[in-house]
């Protein structure tokens, strides 16, 4: 049980709930008896300072006639008096005797006197006079004792029953807590067990329970997607590298077996080397996305000229857009500097280079434009080629993901796969939209990588 968090909480909660019990009854005790207590101390304190400077006027007899009438004129019968002589002789009061405990060492004392024949307790004040006399002055604390007493039980009581809310109430939020902690728990076990479809229950209440249990769904939904990520990965490259590896094998085989000359099985062996290597490039593309994805690439962050980068894409990228007979438009806005991967950056934006020619009839434009504004910057490049259905825009950033239209051409289903990857490493988006015809695929970035010259 002592391992136990939610026990913890309870006795975190119940100690809370004590001390503040505790504090408030400090504050009641001070501010009822400590202020009786306070007042009878001034009273005393005032009544003396008015009989000392009553004998230093009138001297013996004023003082005794003094202490007569304030005796005189004390309804709650509650004033406490006693003058003596040098040898402790009564001379004036109401108390018969120099009373038992009252030394000369201290002022104040709290003891019990005998008066009009009865014991009480009293609060007294002693002080000395010229000519050895000493004087008594005080105040009876009976009733005062008595409320003491009174508000002592009451608040002993209220620590009783302090104690017992306290205790409740650490119970009840240790249940809370452990009923909440053991749902997810039990969604945490299944889970492992291997149903993914179980939720941590949301109570709707909006407290800090509910919030947490949004993030576990979160995450659990998150690792669903990535493991339905992960199948469709490998299914696709199944699928997609079955074709070249069983090409390259089956040309081996036919030329070992057929093969009639060196020159004959060396061209068998490149036509496999081929096939091969776009096998290596398709993984060689997964990793560089897994490692893009994984943030790994921020190291290489710098600053770098974005605009001459474009420049030189639409200069290397013009040839193959004239030998597949299309013409590259390209609108810049120079002097744009960009804080990023200078590598990643050129990549992507080759890759959509790569497929408006691919997929662009002849006689027709493509179009690459950089332009910078308030909200950033913004690389397009527009074909006009058959595009993207928009029921496959969604999934076309995919990994290995092509479409029907597509399927027919070379290529493994990276090439946009690597430009969101590229665009979320930087912070930005990949938007892909109707070029009627066409496709128009936008690179946006953000403005804090932005340096534009004046």
Same mark, same amino acid.
């Given at each position: 049980?002592?391992?136990?968090?939610?026990?913890?909480?309870?006795?975190?909660?119940?100690?809370?709930?004590?001390?503040?019990?505790?504090?408030?009854?400090?504050?009641?005790?001070? $501010? +009822?008896?400590?202020?009786?207590?306070?007042?009878?101390?001034?009273?005393?304190?005032?009544?003396?300072?008015?009989?000392?400077?009553?004998?230093?006027?009138?001297? &013996?007899?004023?003082?005794? #006639? +003094?202490?007569?009438?304030?005796?005189?004129?004390?309804?709650?019968?509650?004033?406490?008096?006693?003058?003596?002589?040098?040898?402790?002789?009564?001379?004036?009061?109401?108390?018969?005797?120099?009373?038992?405990?009252?030394?000369?060492?201290?002022?104040?004392? #709290? &003891?019990?006197?005998?008066?009009? *024949?009865?014991?009480?307790?009293?609060?007294?004040? @002693?002080?000395? &006079?010229?000519?050895?006399?000493?004087?008594?002055?005080?105040?009876?604390?009976?009733?005062?004792?008595?409320?003491?007493?009174?508000?002592?039980?009451?608040?002993?009581?209220?620590?009783?029953?302090?104690?017992?809310?306290?205790?409740?109430?650490?119970?009840?939020?240790?249940?809370?807590?452990?009923?909440?902690?053991?749902?997810?728990?039990?969604?945490?076990?299944?889970?492992?067990?291997?149903?993914?479809?179980?939720?941590?229950?949301?109570?709707? +209440?909006?407290?800090?329970?509910?919030?947490?249990?949004?993030?576990?769904?979160?995450?659990?939904?998150?690792?669903?997607?990535?493991?339905?990520?992960?199948?469709?990965?490998?299914?696709?490259?199944?699928?997609?590298?079955? +074709?070249?590896?069983?090409?390259?094998?089956?040309?081996?085989?036919?030329?070992? $077996?057929?093969?009639?000359?060196? #020159?004959?099985?060396?061209?068998?062996?490149?036509?496999?080397?081929?096939? &091969?290597?776009?096998?290596?490039?398709?993984?060689?593309?997964?990793?560089?996305?897994?490692?893009? #994805?994984?943030?790994?690439?921020?190291?290489?962050?710098?600053?770098?000229?974005?605009?001459?980068?474009?420049?030189?894409?639409?200069?290397?990228?013009?040839?193959?857009?004239?030998?597949?007979?299309?013409?590259?438009?390209?609108?810049?806005?120079?002097?744009?500097?960009?804080? *990023?991967?200078?590598?990643?950056?050129?990549?992507?934006?080759?890759?959509?280079?790569?497929?408006?020619?691919?997929?662009?009839?002849?006689?027709?434009?493509?179009?690459?434009?950089?332009?910078?504004?308030?909200?950033?910057?913004?690389?397009?490049?527009?074909?006009?080629?058959?595009?993207?259905?928009?029921?496959?825009?969604?999934?076309?950033?995919?990994?290995?993901?092509?479409? @029907?239209?597509?399927?027919?051409?070379?290529?493994?289903?990276?090439?946009?796969?690597?430009?969101?990857?590229?665009?979320?490493?930087?912070?930005g988006t990949l938007t892909l939209a109707d070029n009627a015809p066409g496709l128009r695929a936008t690179l946006a970035l953000p403005v804090r990588g932005m340096n534009t010259a004046s």
């Open positions: 049980m002592f391992r136990s968090a939610g026990f913890r909480f309870g006795i975190l909660y119940a100690s809370l709930f004590g001390l503040s019990a505790l504090a408030l009854a400090a504050f009641l005790w001070w $501010t +009822t008896v400590g202020l009786l207590d306070r007042q009878t101390d001034a009273a005393i304190n005032a009544d003396t300072q008015g009989l000392a400077e009553r004998y230093h006027e009138g001297g &013996l007899p004023a003082l005794i #006639e +003094t202490i007569d009438q304030r005796l005189a004129a004390n309804i709650d019968d509650n004033a406490i008096y006693l003058l003596v002589g040098p040898h402790f002789d009564r001379i004036a009061g109401n108390l018969n005797a120099w009373p038992h405990g009252v030394t000369m060492d201290t002022n104040w004392f #709290e &003891l019990p006197v005998q008066r009009a *024949g009865l014991t009480g307790v009293a609060r007294l004040h @002693e002080f000395n &006079l010229p000519g050895g006399f000493h004087l008594l002055v005080g105040r009876d604390s009976h009733v005062r004792s008595q409320l003491r007493r009174l508000l002592t039980g009451a608040l002993l009581w209220s620590a009783v029953v302090a104690l017992a809310l306290g205790t409740l109430g650490g119970a009840l939020v240790r249940g809370a807590f452990r009923a909440t902690v053991a749902d997810v728990s039990a969604t945490a076990a299944a889970i492992a067990a291997g149903d993914l479809s179980r939720r941590v229950r949301i109570a709707g +209440t909006g407290d800090e329970f509910d919030l947490l249990a949004g993030a576990v769904n979160d995450m659990l939904d998150r690792i669903l997607r990535l493991m339905d990520g992960v199948k469709q990965v490998s299914n696709a490259i199944a699928h997609d590298l079955r +074709t070249p590896i069983a090409r390259a094998r089956t040309r081996l085989e036919d030329a070992a $077996t057929h093969a009639r000359t060196p #020159e004959e099985l060396h061209a068998a062996i490149d036509r496999a080397q081929v096939d &091969l290597d776009g096998v290596v490039g398709v993984f060689q593309a997964i990793l560089r996305i897994a490692e893009i #994805e994984a943030g790994a690439r921020r190291s290489a962050f710098v600053t770098f000229d974005l605009s001459a980068l474009i420049a030189d894409l639409a200069e290397l990228y013009a040839a193959p857009a004239e030998d597949a007979g299309l013409r590259l438009d390209a609108s810049i806005q120079y002097d744009i500097s960009f804080y *990023g991967d200078r590598d990643m950056i050129q990549q992507a934006v080759a890759n959509l280079l790569d497929n408006a020619i691919k997929f662009s009839p002849p006689e027709t434009a493509v179009q690459l434009s950089l332009a910078a504004g308030d909200e950033g910057l913004r690389i397009e490049v527009a074909d006009r080629g058959p595009g993207i259905p928009e029921a496959d825009r969604a999934r076309a950033t995919e990994r290995f993901f092509r479409g @029907e239209q597509a399927r027919s051409t070379p290529g493994s289903g990276l090439g946009l796969a690597l430009v969101q990857a590229v665009a979320t490493l930087h912070g």
